[in-house]
């Protein structure tokens, strides 16, 4: 099974806590084992937040995204719906399911078992094949 979850960086009105919060978001999706497409989009004339040499890679106990797209943008309309689509685009053929997460999605493990960091994407796979009619 292979999840890869989509998402998309913008922080048009300079919010203190958003990096920091998409930082520990997408290490969280990336240790649960889900092929992490991240799209970051800054006005044109800013610089962007995350490093392709840093955030990028297939080092999963130092990258956070497989794929680092950064764009810029002249205005903010459809931003969300146009990286979306460019991260579709760098989805790897062998995916079984493609999720969208906004980059403060954070998913808490059920408090009555011990878990491992994958333990949602294991659900979603189960839960597909469980009702394959979805």
């Keep these: 099974m292979s999840l890869a979850v989509l998402s998309c960086y913008y922080n048009f009105n300079n919010n203190p806590w958003m990096e920091k919060n998409t ?62 689509n460019i991260a579709l685009s760098h989805v790897p053929p062998s995916t079984n399911y493609v999720a969208w997460f906004d980059n403060d999605v954070y998913i808490v493990p059920p408090t009555d078992r011990e878990t491992q960091p994958s333990w949602w994407v294991e659900a979603v796979d189960r839960a597909f094949q469980q009702n394959q009619s979805v």
């Design 23 to 84: 930082r520990h978001c997408a290490k969280q999706w990336r240790q649960a084992g889900a092929h992490v497409v991240f799209v970051e989009l800054a006005m044109h004339g800013t610089a962007f937040v995350f490093h392709p040499t840093i955030d990028e890679g297939d080092d999963d106990t130092r990258n956070l995204f497989h794929k680092l797209i950064q764009c810029h943008v002249q205005d903010v309309m459809w931003y969300t719906e146009m990286a979306l």
